[in-house]
C-alpha cells in the first residue's frame, strides 16, 4: 500500500514539475516588463512583443473577385428578397411581428458584406401574426364599442358638433389596459384557431406548390406568361393569410409565352431557382393544436407517447428546433399523451412541475431555440479581422492588451492536466470505494460527498382489481310434443318440473 | 359437487385477451387510450387477476338459475322453515342462461382509470336435472347431459368462447322410474 501511494505522489510531483517547467520556457509578454527595461529585456529575448495576428498573405485577385456584394432585402417582400439574392442559398425563418407576412426583418450577413456565390443569407420574415386590427372608424371615441354581434350604424349627431360622424364600428377595441399586441395573441378569433398560415408558393413549380399546399385543395388554371411554363404567377389567397386546412386554394399558373417577343424573353437563361429551406420553429412544450399551426409549411407527423407532460402537449421534435428543413418535408412530433403524470391531489391543486415525473422532457433539453441557434456571421465579414499592424508601440496604459499567447498555449496543456488529475483522483475513489473493507482498518476514514438523490423515474405502478358482478340468470323450458298439451296446475305452466316428495317413494 | 367445474377452466382469459380487450376500451374511452400503453406490460397480471374472480363454479350460476324456477322457490323457502324430508324436483329439458360482468379496476400510479368492464355470458342447455331442495338449499341429485357455452364480451366484440358439456355429475336415480310428470300429480309439501 505504501508503494502504491509513493507512486502516485511521484506521478503527481512529475506532471507539476513537467507543467512548471512549461510554464518557465514561455517567454513573458513585453507589456508586463516595466517601460524602463523593456527595451533591453526585448532585445535579449527575455520579453515577446504581443501583436495581432493578422493574415499577410497576399490577397488573391482571383478568390476576391469571386465574390459578390450582397444585396440589402430588409423590408421587401421575400419574392423580391429571391430576385435580389439569386446567387445565394436563401434560408428563411419566421418570427411574429407587426409588419406584414413576408417582410424581410433581418438579413444576415447585411450589406455591404461579400459572399462567394451559393453562400448562405438567412433572412427573417414576419408571419404577420402581430398585425394591428383593422381601424376603426373613428379611433378618438373613447366609449366602450358595442359588440360584434349588434353592429349598427352611428347616424351622426347634429347636436354635437365636435363629434365626427362615424361611418360604422368595425370590431370592439380590445379593454382598457390591454394592449393591442396583446389581446391579439393570446385571445385569438375563435375561427382562427382552425386556420393555418397559407405558405407563399408564387414563382414555385406546381408539383412543389402542390406539395406545399398538401393540407389544402389546389385549383389550377393556366395563363400566358412570360414564366417559364408550370411555374405559378399568381395565388389566391396569398401569403400570410389564413386558409382552413381543406379549404381552395386557387393557383395560376404559367403556360408559357403567348407571343414571339415574350418566347425571346423565355429563351434568356433564368437565374438559378432559389434553393429555399426553413429554419425549424421551436413547438416543444405547446400544444399539438399550436404546433401544428406554427409548422404549417411541413407536413407534421404527430407520435403520442407516454410522458408525465399534459395530454396533448409536444414534448419533442424531429428535426429538432433550428434544423433547416426544406418546406414540405415531415416533422415528427412526439406527443404527450399525459398518461404518467401524477395523480392530482384532493384538496390542493399540485402543479404538474412539482412532482418529479412531470419533470422538463429531455427532448425539450435538447431541443434548441431559435434564438439560441442565431445565425453565425460570416468570418469574411468581421471588420477586426482587417485591421492594420501596428508598427509603433502605443503607451501601455492605452494599449487594449490581447490574450496573453503564451497562456493560451498553455491552456490546453493545463486542461489535460487538470483532466488527468480528476481522473486520476476519480480512479483513487473508486478503488477505494470497493476495497473500502480492507482500507477501513489501515487508514483514515475519509468523508466522502454524499451521492446526490438521483431521481428514477419508475415505472408506474399498475394495480388490478377484478371483481364479479353476477347477472341475473333465466331459466326456459324448452317445450316438447308430449308435454305440450300437459294439463299441468297453475303454478307448473310456466315449467316442466316435477315435484314429489322424498316419503312418495320411501314412504 | 364440490369437485365442479370452475368458470375459470373453460374460459382461461390470457395476455391476448386482456390486450384485445384494453384495445377496444382505449377507442371508446379517451382517458384510457393514454394509459393503454403502459398497460400493455401488465397484461399479464390483468389476466391472473380476472381468472381469479372467474373461480366459480358453474353449477353455481345454473343454481341460481333453478331457484328461479317457481316451484323450486317454494320448495327452497319451505325447507328452510321446516325440517322435513329433501323434496325431490326434476327439471326437463331447460336452458339457463345468464349475463354477469367482469370489472375489471386499474390504478395507475395511484390513479384510478376508468373500468373495464367485460359481459360474461354463459348459456347451459340440461337435458334433465334433478334436485334436491332440503334446509333451504339446492343440491344436485342427477344430471343429466349438459352443454355450456361461455362467451366473453367487451361490448358487441367477443373476445372469448368455449363451449364444452359437463360430464361426471350424479346419474339418475331415477332415471328408469316413470317420470312424475307424465302423471297428474299434485304438489304437496308437509308442513
Known amino acids: ?507 | 359437487m364440490d369437485d365442479g367445474i370452475k368458470l375459470r377452466t373453460p374460459l382461461d382469459i390470457s395476455h391476448d385477451d386482456v390486450e384485445r380487450a384494453l384495445l377496444e376500451y382505449a377507442k371508446d374511452e379517451p382517458t384510457f387510450s393514454g394509459a393503454h400503453r403502459p398497460l400493455r406490460n401488465a397484461g399479464q397480471q390483468a389476466a391472473a387477476e380476472l381468472n381469479r374472480v372467474l373461480d366459480v363454479d358453474v353449477l353455481e350460476m345454473l343454481r341460481r338459475g333453478w331457484a328461479t324456477v317457481p316451484s323450486v322457490s317454494r320448495a327452497i323457502q319451505l325447507s328452510a322453515l321446516k325440517k322435513a324430508p329433501p323434496v325431490i324436483i326434476r327439471l326437463d329439458e331447460h336452458c339457463v342462461s345468464s349475463t354477469s360482468h367482469l370489472v375489471l379496476g386499474i390504478h395507475v400510479a395511484q390513479k384510478p382509470l376508468p373500468d373495464l368492464r367485460l359481459a360474461l355470458e354463459l348459456k347451459a342447455d340440461v337435458q334433465s336435472a334433478t334436485l334436491a331442495v332440503r334446509e333451504g338449499r339446492i343440491e344436485l341429485v342427477a344430471l343429466a347431459d349438459i352443454s355450456v357455452v361461455a362467451r366473453l364480451k367487451y361490448q358487441s366484440v367477443l373476445l372469448k368462447e368455449h363451449s364444452s358439456g359437463v360430464n361426471g355429475g350424479p346419474r339418475d336415480p331415477f332415471r328408469n322410474q316413470p317420470a312424475a310428470s307424465e302423471h297428474r300429480t299434485s304438489v304437496d309439501f308437509y308442513i
Open chain 1, 1 to 507: 500500500m505504501r508503494a502504491k501511494r509513493f507512486l502516485t505522489t511521484l506521478g503527481f510531483a512529475v506532471f507539476a514539475a513537467s507543467m512548471t517547467a512549461a510554464v518557465a520556457q514561455q517567454p513573458r509578454p513585453c507589456s508586463t516588463v516595466a517601460p524602463t527595461e523593456r527595451a533591453a529585456a526585448r532585445a535579449s529575448g527575455a520579453c515577446r512583443d504581443i501583436a495581432p495576428i493578422v493574415d499577410a498573405a497576399p490577397q488573391n485577385g482571383d478568390a476576391a473577385s469571386t465574390n459578390l456584394p450582397v444585396s440589402g432585402v430588409v423590408g421587401l417582400t421575400f419574392d423580391d428578397a429571391k430576385d435580389r439574392l439569386t446567387r445565394f442559398e436563401l434560408r428563411r425563418s419566421y418570427r411574429p411581428s407587426a409588419e406584414p407576412g413576408g417582410t424581410v426583418l433581418e438579413q444576415q450577413p447585411a450589406p455591404p458584406a461579400r459572399l462567394p456565390a451559393g453562400a448562405i443569407v438567412r433572412v427573417v420574415l414576419s408571419d404577420g401574426t402581430l398585425r394591428p386590427p383593422p381601424k376603426v372608424a373613428a379611433s378618438e371615441i373613447d366609449e366602450p364599442r358595442p359588440a360584434r354581434a349588434a353592429p349598427r350604424v352611428q347616424q351622426p349627431q347634429p347636436a354635437v358638433a365636435d363629434v365626427p360622424p362615424v361611418a360604422a364600428v368595425l370590431e370592439p377595441l380590445p379593454p382598457a389596459g390591454t394592449s393591442r399586441e396583446s389581446s391579439v395573441r393570446s385571445d385569438p378569433p375563435l375561427a382562427d384557431r382552425d386556420r393555418l398560415a397559407v405558405p407563399n408558393v408564387l414563382g414555385m413549380s406546381e408539383k412543389s406548390a402542390r406539395t406545399r399546399l398538401g393540407r389544402y385543395r389546389v385549383e389550377l388554371r393556366g395563363r400566358p406568361s412570360s414564366a417559364p411554363a408550370g411555374h405559378v404567377i399568381d395565388q389566391d389567397p396569398k401569403a400570410p393569410a389564413r386558409a382552413t386546412p381543406g379549404q381552395p386554394i386557387r393557383l395560376v399558373v404559367s403556360s408559357g409565352p403567348a407571343n414571339n417577343r415574350a418566347a425571346a424573353i423565355a429563351q434568356k437563361p433564368l437565374p438559378p431557382p432559389v434553393s429555399e429551406t426553413l429554419e425549424l420553429a421551436n413547438v416543444t412544450n405547446r400544444s399539438f393544436d399550436e404546433a401544428n399551426g406554427a409548422l404549417a409549411e411541413f407536413r407534421v407527423t404527430r407520435v403520442e407517447v407516454a410522458d408525465a407532460a399534459p395530454n396533448g402537449q409536444v414534448i419533442g421534435q424531429s428535426p429538432t428546433a433550428g434544423s433547416m428543413v426544406q418546406p414540405g418535408s415531415t416533422i415528427t412530433l412526439r406527443v404527450s399523451d399525459g398518461s404518467l403524470a401524477a395523480p392530482v391531489t384532493t384538496g390542493a391543486n399540485t402543479p404538474a412541475a412539482t412532482t418529479p415525473a412531470a419533470a422538463t422532457p429531455p427532448a425539450a433539453a435538447s431541443d434548441a431555440s431559435p434564438a439560441a441557434s442565431a445565425p453565425e456571421t460570416p468570418a469574411a465579414t468581421t471588420p477586426d479581422a482587417a485591421s492594420p499592424v501596428s508598427t509603433t508601440e502605443p503607451p501601455v496604459s492605452e494599449v487594449q492588451q490581447p490574450a496573453d499567447p503564451s497562456l493560451t498555449a498553455l491552456m490546453p496543456v493545463l486542461g489535460v492536466g487538470a483532466l488527468l488529475g480528476l481522473a486520476l483522483a476519480a480512479f483513487r475513489l473508486a478503488r477505494r470505494n470497493r476495497s473500502s473493507g480492507e482500507m477501513r482498518n489501515i487508514e483514515p476514514t475519509i468523508n466522502l460527498p454524499a451521492e446526490p438523490d438521483v431521481a428514477i423515474a419508475p415505472d408506474p405502478e399498475i394495480k388490478f382489481a377484478a371483481r364479479l358482478e353476477v347477472g341475473d340468470a333465466q331459466i326456459e323450458f324448452i317445450a316438447t310434443s308430449d308435454t305440450a298439451d300437459a294439463d299441468l296446475d297453475d303454478e307448473l305452466d310456466s315449467e316442466k318440473a316435477t315435484v314429489e316428495h322424498w316419503g312418495d317413494r320411501h314412504g
